[in-house]
């Protein structure tokens, strides 16, 4: 089911270090709610260019709410083009656009 690279070894390591450094998710954190993560995501795709097997700086973790609305706003062919994927929020800790319906336009 899970396709390169998230099915090596390697990944699962990394993914695993990435969640004990920050299990807390990301997205949610930067919005003032706390939510234990369990997902890491790349910050830059992978076929984006993004390298696979990042530092932590180039990871994220994710709760599963995040993770998915990720996923199903950014990781299809037909909405990639659109660059929606993190606009509003960067890993610097500037504010997230507070119109960005990333979270589903709640609050
Ligand atoms: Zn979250």
């Given at each position: ?5 998230y ?10 270090a990435k969640l ?5 998710c ?14 890491v ?12 097997f990042?530092s932590?700086?180039?990871?994220m973790s994710?709760?599963?709410?995040c ?5 199903n ?14 606009k509003g ?8 656009d ?10």
């Amino acid at each position: 089911m899970a396709e390169w690279p998230y099915n090596t070894r390697n990944w699962q390591r990394l993914r695993l270090a990435k969640l004990a450094e920050n299990p807390l998710c990301h997205a949610c954190e930067l919005r003032g709610r706390i939510a234990p993560a369990v997902a890491v995501d790349h910050v830059k795709a992978i076929k984006a260019g993004g390298d696979p097997f990042p530092s932590f700086d180039g990871l994220m973790s994710l709760c599963e709410r995040c993770h998915n609305e990720k996923t199903n706003a950014v990781d299809r062919p037909d909405r990639a083009a659109s660059g929606r994927r993190f606009k509003g929020f960067d890993v610097h800790g500037n504010p997230i656009d507070p119109g960005d319906d990333w979270h589903g336009g709640g609050a």
